[in-house]
């Protein structure tokens, strides 16, 4: 769950620069869904390459760390009989 958690870390300190409410543990669906709807944006072609801004071996290390935050995501919502939220832009 270290990727989660760290993934988690991450939006919070970015929500705190526009009073986004924090995610805590335990998490609801609610909160599954809104990090599902995170990585997405974040998996999307344009963000996950940097608009070609960093090479393809930088946008592979994203793309593989956002996949073990997806599992852990997986993992925590089957624990906790939560509805995996479905990521679109994870192939």
């Not at 998490?27 to 344009?46: F, G, N, R, V, Y």
């Not at 592979?60 to 997986?74: C, F, M, T």
Request: proline share 3%.
């Amino acid at each position: 769950m270290r990727n989660l958690n760290n993934f988690i870390d991450d939006i919070n300190n970015w929500g705190s620069f526009f009073n986004r409410a924090q995610i805590t543990f335990p998490l609801t669906q609610s909160d599954a869904d809104s990090i599902a709807q995170d990585l997405d944006c974040k998996l999307s072609p344009e963000n996950l390459h940097c608009d070609g801004e960093i090479t393809r071996a930088e946008a592979d290390r994203k793309y593989r760390y956002y996949g073990r935050v997806i599992q852990d995501l997986e993992q925590y919502c089957a624990m906790n009989a939560l509805t995996m939220p479905k990521i679109w832009e994870y192939y």
